[in-house]
């Protein structure tokens, strides 16, 4: 498999998954700015959308890290079975990361965004953060249950972002413990070294 992915992007939490489950894999660094890979391949060959992550599985192209993560993860432990309410659960909050909170991030990394539009931002990602304490409340140790998942993975890179807008999530004590939780993976210590987001 090859992953085309961004330096601390969203494409980290495929990262984290295939180190997770330990799959042979390789990675192919994308400028988005100019739609070239490092090996100076046109990104809109492999992806037309032209963002981050695209997964060449040897027989197709995926894209769309919410996607990515569930085909990665099927029949293993990162995901719970087909047809259980935890399975439902675990995809109402991939889509509620990738629909809500991933967007609400989106003025922090386009130039062309506003002042009103970062202003509206820093409103509206405290807010879902306050719905992810009301979540985590209850004292599980993860989004689904005591046991980590793909959904964690999209949600610990989309929380790395909150420095970016100066936002500290220790104002959000459970979703901090989450955060720190996950940060202590081997996966995403290895990924995140991988990638030159933290020192090797």
């Known amino acids: 498999m090859k992953l085309y992915f961004k330096p601390g992007a969203c494409s980290l939490a495929t990262h984290i998954v ?3 489950l330990g799959i042979d894999f390789t990675l192919e660094p994308v400028d988005t700015q100019t739609q070239r890979t490092e090996s100076g391949i046109d ?3 492999v992806n037309p959308k032209g963002y981050v992550p ?21 029949s293993t432990t990162l995901i719970p079975d087909v ?18 909170l991933h ?11 506003t002042d009103e539009q970062r202003a509206q931002a820093l409103e509206t990602i405290p807010r879902h953060f306050d719905y992810l304490e009301s979540l ?10 005591d046991t980590f998942t793909v959904a964690d993975a999209y949600l610990f890179v989309v929380c790395s972002w909150a420095a970016v807008p100066g936002i500290d999530i220790k104002d959000w004590p459970f979703l901090n413990t989450l955060w720190n939780r ?15 987001l933290v020192a090797q």
């Open 18 to 20: 295939l180190r997770e």
């Open 54 to 74: 695209a997964l060449d599985t040897g027989r197709a192209v995926l894209t769309e890290g919410a996607a990515i993560l569930q085909y990665l993860a099927e």
């Open 182 to 196: 996950i940060a202590a993976r081997p996966s995403v210590k290895a990924a995140m070294s991988s990638e030159g």
């Open 136 to 145: 985590l409340d209850d004292g599980r140790a993860y989004l689904v249950g």
């Open 103 to 113: 967007k609400a991030f989106g003025p922090f990394f386009k130039a062309s965004a």
């Open 43 to 45: 990104y809109k060959t």
């Open 83 to 100: 047809g259980t309410i935890e399975r439902a659960r675990l995809q109402e909050h991939l889509n509620y990361i990738a629909s809500e």
